[in-house]
């Protein structure tokens, strides 16, 4: 049989990596602005779940929720 999530693992890791990279660097430049801390807030929030999600279907070896996951984090370009 197949190991889908370990097919899908790598480039999960690394959209993991990019988006807590982006995550990161939101929450740092929000610090000194007020507005832009209350515009960010809520998608830092989703992003964090989004992350945490990705990380355990890794861990529940679930394939769906690890494609589901991949496609989650992707969505967040790096523009």
């Not at 197949?2 to 890791?13: F, K, S």
């Not at 610090?31 to 989004?50: P, T, Y």
């Not at 355990?56 to 929720?65: Q, T």
């Amino acid at each position: 049989m197949v190991d889908m999530v370990g097919m899908i693992e790598p480039a999960l890791n690394r959209e993991i990596a990019r988006l807590s990279a982006k995550r990161e660097r939101w929450l740092m430049r929000s610090q000194n602005d007020i507005g832009l801390g209350v515009a960010l807030n809520s998608r830092i929030g989703v992003m964090g779940i989004e992350i945490d999600e990705a990380k355990e279907a890794i861990l529940a070896d679930d394939p769906a929720r690890a494609v589901r996951a991949l496609f989650a984090l992707r969505r967040y370009d790096d523009a």
